[in-house]
């Protein structure tokens, strides 16, 4: 199977940054996208960001500018840099990655534990 880990959360204030890093394990032929999602209380879980194996990189509006989605190829691992952090960031914050355990395998999705996000005014 395959194991994502998260790790960067923390408390921080308001216009403050964070950086996340995810790294996927275990039993990986290929990952098409690699992305973070968040889900804050009593909210339903939002696309942040996603990124292609090829570097093409989809934000959600209200983090555009703000947030900045990068991948390591070779290390299996994606980050997510988080600028001008607010206090609507608040959330657990879930690594995605979409991959294949073997070739002519299916894809199918893996999630992280998630990590959280606190951000105070």
């Known amino acids: 199977q395959v194991q994502l880990v998260e790790s960067g959360g923390d408390l921080v204030q308001a216009g403050g940054s964070l950086r996340l890093s995810c790294a996927a394990s275990?039993?990986?032929?290929?990952?098409?996208?690699m992305g973070w999602y968040r889900q804050a209380p009593g909210k339903q879980r939002e696309l942040v960001a996603a990124?292609?194996?090829?570097?093409?990189?989809t934000y959600a509006d209200s983090m555009k500018g703000r947030f900045t989605i990068s991948r390591d190829n070779a290390e299996n691992t994606v980050y997510l840099q988080m600028n001008s952090l607010k206090p609507e960031d608040t959330a657990v914050y879930y690594c995605?990655?979409?991959?294949?355990?073997?070739?002519?395998?299916?894809?199918?999705?893996?999630w992280g534990q998630g990590t959280q996000v606190t951000v105070s005014s």
């Open positions: 990124i292609t194996s090829g570097g093409s990189a």
């Open positions: 275990g039993i990986i032929f290929s990952i098409n996208t």
């Open positions: 995605n990655a979409r991959l294949k355990a073997s070739n002519g395998g299916r894809e199918y999705d893996a």
